[in-house]
């Protein structure tokens, strides 16, 4: 995976192009009402609480909403923390893997009911998906747009085999959403990274009509490789470490995943943002639900340097060093 991700990836450090300013203004979250929890899986399928708390860290996640309803909402949050009105909006961005019609893109639909203006499309990196909308929409500053929304959504039970134990208690609903300004004065990403090995395609895919499949055993090793390798290019690249690090925001699939790359990069554990205990793995939506969550606990200060890192089917992957505030 190395010479792939070193062919793919592109990171804006020391020599590179720098991309534009650009602030966070807003953050929102939205999950569904339904709540399941590990009990309720043991009461059907041949499985444990404790199984699934030690073996990923879930104990509950939400199920239900479509993938606009829940985007929408989060958005709806974020523009508010923002104190941006909907029609400011000239970039919409929406990160999903499952999108409620295969046409139009789930954004037209987001875009409506919000009452944005200008530009809008979906874009799929699986669970890396967030970081690539963010790192995209911030590019688009460059031509011109001044103020988007970059949401993460997904309803991944709607592509679940809900009988097979191996997938059902991993993956659930849930948005979470950022509202981005552009601005000379912040230099937001600092530097990034993204890539993908297609080879690795048959490790984890749905096809159209069907459930998601998955090698478990295989996706973690090298969910953990390819999200360290990914991080350390742009610590590297930023002339950062670990120890620079104020929060890390890692996708979130499995809790030991988040923990040995947190301690492949020297990160002690309070400094992971972590939600998948009640959220499961939301694909697009782990992270800036993740970030959203640290932001309204307050644990972010003007200058911190966040680290946000997501891979997922393809095998995608995607790191952002971010400086928080304005
Ligand atoms: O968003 C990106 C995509 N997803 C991921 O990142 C997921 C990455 N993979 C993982 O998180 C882990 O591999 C899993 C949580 C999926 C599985 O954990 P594991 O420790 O790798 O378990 P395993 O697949 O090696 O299975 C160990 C045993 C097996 O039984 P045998 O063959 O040893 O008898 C499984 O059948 O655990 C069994 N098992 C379960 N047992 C109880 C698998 N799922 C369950 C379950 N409850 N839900």
Not at 53 to 64: L, N
Not at 127 to 138: D, I, N, Q, R
Not at 145 to 156: E, M, N, P, Q, W
Not at 186 to 198: K, M, P
Request: hydrophobic residues 45%.
């Amino acid at each position: 995976m190395t010479a792939k991700q070193g062919a793919g990836a592109c990171s804006g450090g020391a020599g590179r192009p720098r991309l534009p300013g650009a602030t966070i203004t807003g953050w929102g979250t939205a999950l569904p009402d339904t709540v399941v929890t590990n009990a309720d899986f043991e009461a059907r399928l041949d499985t444990s609480d404790a199984w699934i708390a030690e073996r990923t860290g879930i104990r509950e996640r939400h199920f239900g909403g479509t993938t606009s309803g829940l985007a929408v909402e989060a958005a709806r949050r974020a523009l508010k923390v923002a104190g941006v009105e909907a029609e400011e909006i000239d970039l919409l961005v929406l990160s999903t893997t499952t999108p409620d019609k295969t046409v139009p893109a789930t954004s037209s639909a987001v875009h409506a009911e919000l009452g944005c203006r200008g530009a809008a499309f979906d874009l799929n990196a699986a669970c890396a998906g967030f970081v690539y909308a963010l790192v995209t929409a911030v590019s688009m500053f460059q031509a011109g747009f001044s103020k988007a929304l970059v949401i993460g959504a997904d309803t991944l039970s709607r592509i679940t085999d809900m009988e097979d134990r191996s997938t059902a208690v991993l993956f659930a609903d849930g948005a979470g959403a950022l509202v981005l300004e552009s601005t000379p004065d912040h230099e937001l990403v600092l530097g990034h990274d993204l890539g993908l090995d297609g080879s690795l395609l048959p490790i984890l895919y749905c096809d159209h009509g069907e459930y998601m499949k998955m090698e478990g055993k295989e996706v973690f090793r090298r969910a953990v490789r390819a999200t360290v390798e990914s991080a350390e290019s742009v610590l590297s690249a930023t002339g950062t470490t670990g120890d620079d690090i104020a929060l890390f925001v890692p996708h979130q699939a499995n809790k030991r995943i988040i923990d040995a790359v947190a301690q492949r990069l020297g990160l002690d554990e309070s400094r992971s943002a972590i939600v998948l205990d009640h959220t499961g793995n939301t694909s697009s939506a782990s992270i800036p639900l993740a970030l959203s969550e640290a932001a309204d606990a307050e644990r972010l200060n003007d200058g911190d340097l966040v680290l946000m890192s997501g891979f997922g089917a393809g095998m995608t992957w995607a790191t952002a060093l971010l400086r928080w505030g304005r």
